[in-house]
């Protein structure tokens, strides 16, 4: 277990909670794009890998600002 996660991203826990929330509601909502992709696949061809790729730039960047 980190015990000094919270400080090694700088966030406060409401701030590191708000995040997790906001990440969450974004997978769920790209589980659903993807399955609906699976079952209509003309459809919604890029949405979730786009979305996923600008996912991986912003957490990316986001641990390389941590270790800052």
């Not at 980190?2 to 409401?14: P, Q, S």
């Not at 996912?55 to 270790?67: A, N, V």
Request: aromatic share 12%; proline share 1%; glycine share 4%.
């Amino acid at each position: 277990m980190n015990f000094n996660h919270l400080n090694e991203v700088g966030e406060t826990y409401w701030e590191h909670l708000w995040c997790t929330i906001k990440y969450s509601c974004l997978f769920i909502g790209l589980s659903i794009v993807i399955l609906i992709h699976g079952i209509f696949p003309f459809i919604l061809t890029n949405t979730a890998s786009d979305r996923i790729k600008v996912l991986h730039h912003d957490l990316t960047c986001r641990k390389t600002e941590e270790t800052q």
